[in-house]
C-alpha cells in the first residue's frame, strides 16, 4: 500500500488548507482511514477517521474546525483544516486506522508539512 499525502505548506493563522491523500490498493473502500499528526517533538497522533460509511471522529482539537471525507471512487481521503492556528503545525499523514487508533501496519508515506503562523 502507498500512502501519498499533499496539500501542505506555509499559511497564516485563520486561514484553511485541504490535504489530500492517494491510497493504492484494493482495501481502501472497506477500511476506516484516518489523519495523524506529528508536531516537533510530539509523538504521532490521530486527528480524525472516517469509515467506509463514511462515520467521522475527530480529537477535540480539531472538532469544529476540521472535515474529513473520502472519495471511494478514487481511493482518496481528504481534510479540509479551517481556522488554523499554530499549534496545528505538524507534518500530516494519512493512515488506515484499527481498532486501538493506529495503523493495521506501521508504514508510513513522506506526509505533508503544515506550517501555521500567528
Known amino acids: 500500500v502507498q500512502l501519498q499525502a499533499s496539500g501542505g505548506g506555509l499559511v497564516q493563522a485563520r486561514v484553511s488548507l485541504r490535504l489530500c491523500c492517494a491510497v493504492s490498493g484494493n482495501l481502501f473502500r472497506i477500511v476506516r482511514m484516518g489523519w495523524y499528526r506529528q508536531a516537533p517533538g510530539k509523538q504521532r497522533q490521530l486527528v480524525a477517521s472516517?469509515?467506509?460509511?463514511?462515520?467521522?471522529n475527530y480529537a477535540d482539537s480539531v472538532k469544529g474546525r476540521f472535515t474529513i471525507s473520502r472519495d471511494n471512487a478514487k481511493n482518496t481521503v481528504y481534510l479540509q483544516m479551517n481556522s488554523l492556528n499554530p499549534e496545528d503545525t505538524a507534518v500530516y499523514y494519512c493512515?488506515?486506522?484499527?481498532?486501538?487508533?493506529?495503523?493495521?501496519?506501521?508504514?508510513w508515506g513522506q506526509g505533508t508539512e503544515v506550517t501555521v503562523s500567528s
Open positions: 493512515n488506515s486506522v484499527g481498532p486501538n487508533q493506529q495503523p493495521f501496519k506501521d508504514s
Open positions: 472516517i469509515t467506509s460509511g463514511g462515520t467521522t
